[in-house]
């Protein structure tokens, strides 16, 4: 009889063990299905830009649940989007465009495409040199050499930079086009190219400007490097003095009064979408658990 119940426990165990595993199974089959039908949806979006916002942020949960394969699919969807030519009201602009093919580079990444991954980020590019007038150009540059960065390294993101530096050197206010400057000189001294970055402050043609910036950004760099050391030598306290006080003053003024010029071109910036991705339904319509 002790035999008998034993060996029912174990089989009623077996049986427990078997329906979870099938339901944990059904779950995971039943979410990509459901976000694969969502993707099939918003294919029929008409509004452009909502059809690509709620494609990225489809592709974005299906990374996150680990359906990759069914990502990249989306994705493709998403980069057709992107494709049509609108001849007559326009619902994509400049920014949106290469920010839409920026979120298509960073999410083929994120879900192992390398290819479509450098493909979206070439039509960001394009996108980008189409872009008129010149000078406006400028502005997308720094959030996509991020990109660029991770997908082609310190040289290729550096290259962006430098181009940045030519289009912002037509920016024919002179605080905002020194600001762009400095913006992508800082940028390039982080990726230790110090050649690139006197190539991109010399599109600004005062020379005075240009050696005091230099230096202030060899001050800079100099108190950084000795805190990374923890050094208590004099030269850590550089900062302190009044008169790099009163360059960081002016310095924080001139960046809050232009910290608009960089616009940020990624994902989550321009087309994530928290309800959604919280799993709240529109309009209100969650039904009770």
């Not at 290469?98 to 879900?111: M, N, P």
């Amino acid at each position: 009889m002790r035999i008998s119940t034993l060996a029912l426990s174990l089989v009623l165990a077996t049986a427990a063990v078997s329906s979870i595993t099938s339901c944990s199974h059904d779950t995971s089959t039943r979410t990509g299905r459901l976000l694969t039908m969502a993707a099939e949806e918003a294919g029929f979006i008409d509004s452009l830009q909502d059809r690509l916002t709620r494609q990225l942020n489809i592709a974005d949960l299906q990374i996150q649940t680990g359906q990759k394969t069914e990502a990249l699919k989306t994705l493709d969807l998403a980069a057709t989007t992107l494709r049509v030519d609108e001849k007559e009201k326009k619902t994509l602009d400049d920014f949106r465009r290469i920010a839409g093919w920026t979120s298509v580079a960073e999410l083929s990444h994120q879900a192992g495409g390398d290819k479509p991954a450098l493909d979206a980020y070439y039509n960001a590019v394009e996108s980008l040199n189409s872009v008129q007038p010149v000078t406006t150009r400028a502005q997308y540059v720094l959030s996509l050499s991020e990109i660029c960065l991770i997908l082609k390294g310190k040289d290729e993101a550096g290259q962006l930079l430098i181009k940045g530096g030519e289009w912002a050197s037509k920016i024919p206010d002179t605080l905002t086009r020194r600001y762009a400057l400095t913006t992508f000189t800082t940028q390039l001294i982080g990726y230790d190219n110090l050649d690139a970055a006197r190539t991109v402050m010399r599109n600004e043609p005062d020379a005075t400007w240009r050696a005091d910036s230099l230096a202030a950004m060899a001050r800079q760099a100099m108190v950084i490097e000795q805190n990374q050391k923890g050094s208590e030598s004099r030269y850590a306290t550089a900062a302190e003095s009044p008169s790099v006080r009163r360059s960081q003053l002016s310095a924080d003024s001139v960046s809050d009064q232009y910290s608009g010029f960089n616009k940020r071109v990624q994902y989550k910036d321009n087309f994530r979408q928290a309800d959604l991705q919280q799993g709240f339904l529109p309009n209100g319509t969650s039904p009770r658990p």
